[in-house]
Each structure stands twice: as structure tokens, then as C-alpha cells.
T-cell receptor, first 113, second 109 residues
């Protein structure tokens, strides 16, 4: 099993550009989530999904969109990148909810100029 | 709303010394608490959870509801324990984890 995979590993964007961060898992997990990691602020939840076709907002959803068309994939879209979105982004999955052990991807380091 | 506080951003101890990483939470109900760890160049991973009442890699954590704390302890630190540690909480009725800001532990030789 590959576990949770994320692409790309690194990305540099200009302000106003859009892009999609990819996340996939092969463990048949129902719950998937996106976090951003910023120094001194820990991990903050952006969006999450409890199953295919169901998504909801987390703590810091503004500027991001998600969709969950399949159990395996949970892409995160930046609509119009801003320097404040410079961060490390982690995707995670777990069996039913975040009370189960969450398995994290390797992260995507995004810089917005 | 629930909140998780890790008061120490950085913590350094010498090899063989005891280590305690502090975690305090604010939540009036019955939370579930976790410690996640991120070693250098590795993925964030679950270290332990309070409902399991287990010891992982020599670490233990006891939930103290009176003091609303879930401190992580190890009697004899090892250099390989150097990592970023995150305390996290989930409400019994919710699906989202709330993470603390993390403590970077460095174990000196």
C-alpha cells in the first residue's frame, strides 16, 4: 500500500494564480482532511470529508475548495493564490473519523510570491 | 470552542534526562486526546492516545481532567526522540481534530 500520497511536493505560485493540490489514499478510508502547517500555529483544518460526495469546512476554509468524487481522492483547490497561503499542506485520512488514527501524507510546500 | 495549548515551542534536554511535554486543553465535555509526532524528514504519525492507556517508545501520557492536562512524559530521553510533538483533541460528538501549536524537542548527547 502506498498509503496517503500528495503531489506536488513543492510548488511556487504567483499571486492570483490557481492550482490544485492532489491527495490520494489506497486504504479505503472514509474520512479525509486537509491541514495547513504554519510556524507557531500548529496544524489547522481547512476542509474535511466523511465520504464520497460529502465535504465540510474546517477552521480556515477561505480561499480553498474541495471535492470528493471518489473514496480515494480528495483534491484541494486554491482559487486565487495569496501570499498568506504560503504554507505546508498536509492531507490525512482515517477509517471513519478523526478520532481514529489519522495517516498523513508527506506534505506539499507551497510558496506564493 | 475547544482549544489545545502547548506552552513550550522549544524544549531541550540531555540524553538520559526525564522529559515532559506539556499540553493543556479547554473543553467542558469528555474529550479524546492524542499525541502526534513528526520526526525529521518523516510523516506526522500517531504516537499515543489517552483511551489506549499504553506506553509507546517509552512515552506515557495521563489525562488529568481536573487540571485539563495531557502531558507527555518519558523517564529517560533518547537522541532519537528529537522531533516535533503535537497534542490534539477531538470532542466526543465531533469529527475534527484540534491541534496544539507543537513543541520541538531536542535531545542533546
Amino acid at each position: 500500500n502506498a498509503g496517503v500520497t500528495q503531489t506536488p511536493k513543492f510548488q511556487v505560485l504567483k499571486t492570483g494564480q490557481s492550482m490544485t493540490l492532489q491527495c490520494a489514499q489506497d486504504m479505503n478510508h472514509e474520512y479525509m482532511s486537509w491541514y495547513r502547517q504554519d510556524p507557531g500555529m500548529g496544524l489547522r483544518l481547512i476542509h474535511y470529508s466523511v465520504g464520497a460526495g460529502i465535504t465540510d469546512q474546517g477552521e480556515v476554509p477561505n480561499g480553498y475548495n474541495v471535492s470528493r468524487s471518489t473514496t480515494e481522492d480528495f483534491p484541494l483547490r486554491l482559487l486565487s493564490a495569496a501570499p498568506s497561503q504560503t504554507s505546508v499542506y498536509f492531507c490525512a485520512s482515517s477509517l471513519y473519523n478523526s478520532g481514529n488514527e489519522q495517516f498523513f501524507g508527506p506534505g506539499t510546500r507551497l510558496t506564493v510570491l | 470552542a475547544q482549544r489545545v495549548t502547548q506552552p513550550e515551542k522549544l524544549l531541550s534536554v540531555f540524553k538520559g534526562a526525564p522529559v515532559e511535554l506539556k499540553c493543556n486543553y479547554s473543553y467542558s465535555g469528555s474529550p479524546e486526546l492524542f499525541w502526534y509526532v513528526q520526526y525529521s524528514r518523516q510523516r506526522l504519525q500517531l504516537l499515543l492516545r489517552h483511551i489506549s492507556r499504553e506506553s509507546i517508545k517509552g512515552f506515557t501520557a495521563d489525562l488529568n481532567k481536573g487540571e485539563t492536562s495531557f502531558h507527555l512524559k518519558k523517564p529517560f530521553a533518547q537522541e532519537e526522540d528529537s522531533a516535533m510533538y503535537y497534542c490534539a483533541l477531538i470532542r466526543s460528538s465531533a469529527r475534527q481534530l484540534t491541534f496544539g501549536s507543537g513543541t520541538q524537542l531536542t535531545v542533546l548527547p
